[in-house]
């Protein structure tokens, strides 16, 4: 059996065990009420879904507080690497535009087939960038979102791919640091002595690990080594990261409850970003990661076609961050232009064939400062694509001549 078929499998088994039991819920109408690491939660609804995960809207019974509750299936032991990679990689970044996790816990599957991880997240309740540009071209008469607000989302966005392109293992909180004492005190602090979002951070138990011990650091080492990857230093002492899946869609970049702050989140797909291919058969193991992690409209030429010799990096994101500054102005990919519907987008990718729209409206919303900051992210050649420090200078230069 292919791996391919044998996700698909997976993947259909997973979505009729949770359709069976939502059904079952319906009819029995059970308690909604879920007990995870010592406390209890109320479910009130789905946020959103996608691969083997869902994300639920729950309520603390005990404090009144409403989190993001993200409910991973991973039948197998390969999807359960890639779920503690997800939490390590929250864990792991210290930034105001990164999502911080709240709590994981690992469970056995009732079903008995592999095992059921829980993570915890703040909810925020303005959404995500898709739900504000949804907004804008739901107006009457549908409006471009202003280039003051883009540009701000933007920056922020890009301060959170910079914490991860130009990562130091120092500022790694210590695994000890992220677990209290069971049952501990309503507030706990992590790493730098900062108290956690609502002095919140529950322990990450349920059996999964003892307090003060790491239950990520071997499944991340064994899943990079899968993959061809290895953590390892640059000529500047960093050890860069890259997201490898920025997008508008999804619930990937969310809204603080400011309305101003983005928040990056859904990390599953990051990884090391410097990647030196050897061999076809890395080559090709490239290929399939990118075409299940990495959105195709959002996605870098070099990893449409990835060589023997090269070294992919964290240029990926650049690309990415082009493409989403241009979805969420123009509310469609670079590379998804409507005018040209039915073309190929690996295709228009490798010539990095894309156009801005000529609309009068179009033109009169955004500057040539706006339009020049996304050409110079979407550059085939990764070697003269802008870096992370270029494109957060050129973003404060545009907001600076506004």
């Known amino acids: 059996m292919s791996e391919s ?19 079952l819920s319906v009819i029995c109408q059970p308690s909604s009420a879920l007990k995870i690491n010592g406390r209890t939660f109320n ?54 535009n990164i999502i911080r996790i709240l709590d994981s816990a690992v469970l056995q599957d009732e079903s008995g087939e592999g095992k059921i991880i829980w993570v915890f997240l703040p909810f925020y309740e303005r959404g995500n960038l898709q739900d504000l540009i949804t907004r804008s071209s739901l107006s ?9 607000q883009l540009l701000q989302l933007f920056l922020g966005t890009c301060q959170a791919v910079k914490a991860m392109h130009q990562y130091r293992p120092n500022s790694k909180p210590s695994p000890s640091a992220a677990y209290p004492p069971a049952g501990g005190a309503s507030s706990a602090t992590v790493g730098d002595g900062e108290e956690e979002e609502g002095g919140m951070l529950l322990a990450s138990r349920g059996g999964a690990a003892a307090p003060g011990e790491s239950i990520f650091d071997e499944g991340e080492e064994n899943r990079a080594k899968e993959v061809g ?24 970049i969310m809204i603080a409850d400011d309305g101003k702050t983005p928040i990056l989140m859904d990390l599953g797909s990051c990884l090391p970003a410097r990647i030196h291919i050897r061999t076809r058969q890395e080559a090709l193991t490239q290929q399939d990661i990118a075409a299940e992690h990495s959105s195709m409209p959002y996605r870098a030429p070099e990893l449409f076609d990835v ?45 990095g064939s894309y156009r801005h729209p000529r609309a009068p409206a179009a033109q009169q919303a955004y500057s040539d400062g706006f339009r ?17 420090d270029k494109v957060i200078e050129v973003t404060k230069e545009c907001l600076d001549n506004l």
């Open 43 to 96: 479910v009130i609804k789905l946020l959103g879904e996608g691969g083997f995960s869902f994300v639920y809207l729950a309520e603390d019974t005990d404090s009144g507080r409403t989190f993001a509750l993200k409910k991973i299936r991973a039948p197998t032991a390969e999807t359960v690497k890639i779920a503690m990679s997800e939490i390590e990689a929250y864990r792991r970044f210290r930034s105001e």
């Open 229 to 252: 990857q290895k953590e390892e230093a640059g000529p500047d002492g960093l050890y860069p990261y890259a997201h490898r899946d920025i997008k508008r869609e999804s619930a990937n």
């Open 307 to 351: 060589h023997t010799g090269q070294t992919l990096d964290e240029k990926v994101d650049i690309w990415s961050l082009g493409c989403t500054l241009f979805a969420i102005a123009y509310s469609y990919s670079p590379f998804e232009d409507p005018a040209q519907a039915g073309g190929s987008i690996s295709m228009a990718v490798a010539s």
């Open 5 to 23: 078929v044998a996700i698909f499998i997976d993947r259909a088994k997973f979505y009729i065990s949770d359709f069976t039991s939502s059904l």
């Open 140 to 148: 009457t008469p549908p409006t471009y979102p202003p280039e003051a």
């Open 372 to 388: 020049k900051l996304i050409d110079g992210c979407l550059v085939v050649r990764k070697e003269e694509r802008w870096g992370i």
